[in-house]
């Protein structure tokens, strides 16, 4: 609240002229809280809180704003039901910690055409992504990967599961990694229930407005989840990126041959079925049980 305040003069109580106080920090904040968390109309704040529908109204565009700001992380939207809808795609882990959110598609659109828009590996092929080094089966890598279905192209940066795996060691594969795909769905079961604002219908919010509060929920959920994080759970730090110097003498052609370069990594198929493979040695090897 305080930070939200600081940011944002909206949020400091005035008095008028009468010398009489206006409304609080308080109150604003608490009523975008629960059109967020209830997704209420702005009007059934009134009795609650004492503040009229357009106060709320604005004090919810005001918090989404600020909350974005401070705390910043990252035609006709018609969906499969026939209403209109927008897509979220994210990135989650085990702890249900959201790292990377694209939001603002239509609800037409397939995975595919999502992740084409999506700016998720547009840190990679510019060459400023942190730096991912890791071992599996001798072979050195340094780009990571994300879990995906077999509705994803087969990049390097993805790997898929398997359709009809033959043998235990495919199928061992295909369970462990069925099992942490679904993390991301845990993190959509539990984002949902606690902003039920966005379940509902948009009302008349504009899309800006619509970006900042799917923003600011994703946010916040990534602050519950930090505070009520274990003590105990083991966190690998991670290093920053280097920010790569300017060379305002380098060829120009040089660096776009470098970033089609990474490109054509991200998207070597090759390297997708060699990475997999490699997995799915690896887990039999390592964490296989007695079942096979």
């Not at 305040?5 to 975008?32: E, M, W």
């Not at 037409?108 to 590996?121: A, G, P, T």
């Not at 069925?178 to 993390?183: G, N, T």
């Not at 920010?243 to 998207?267: G, N, S, T, W, Y």
Request: proline share 4%.
């Amino acid at each position: 609240m305080e930070s939200i305040q600081q940011h944002d003069n909206y949020f400091v109580q005035k008095v008028d002229a009468l010398g009489r106080p206006g409304l609080s920090t308080c109150q604003k904040i608490t009523a975008a809280m629960r059109i967020l968390a209830y997704g209420v109309a702005a009007d059934s704040t009134d009795e609650y809180i004492k503040i009229g529908e357009s106060t709320a109204i604005e004090s919810l565009k005001r918090f989404c704003r600020a909350v974005v700001e401070v705390f910043g992380w990252a035609g006709q939207y018609a969906g499969r039901s026939g209403k209109p809808t927008i897509i979220l795609e994210a990135v989650a882990d085990y702890e249900l910690w959201i790292w990377h959110a694209y939001f603002g598609l239509p609800g037409s659109n397939n995975d595919i055409n999502v992740l084409s828009k999506s700016h998720l590996f547009v840190n990679l092929a510019n060459g400023v992504a942190p730096t991912t080094n890791y071992v599996i089966q001798e072979k050195e890598y340094t780009m990571g990967y994300y879990l995906a279905d077999g509705i994803y192209p087969k990049w390097a940066t993805l790997v898929q599961t398997i359709h009809n795996p033959q043998g235990p060691k495919k199928k061992y594969f295909v369970a462990r990694q069925k099992s942490c795909r679904k993390d991301v769905e845990r993190a959509f079961g539990v984002l949902q229930p606690k902003w039920t604002i966005i379940t509902g219908p948009a009302r008349v919010w504009s899309k800006q407005v619509l970006h900042d509060i799917m923003t600011t929920c994703i946010i916040m959920h990534n602050m519950i989840i930090e505070d009520e994080r274990e003590l105990n759970v083991p966190v690998t730090d991670y290093r920053e990126a280097l920010i790569p110097d300017v060379e305002m003498a380098r060829d120009e052609h040089a660096r776009f041959q470098e970033f089609l370069a990474r490109h054509r990594k991200i998207k070597d198929k090759s390297a997708h079925y060699a990475l997999r493979d490699a997995l799915i040695d690896h887990l039999w090897e390592e964490y296989s049980n007695s079942e096979y």
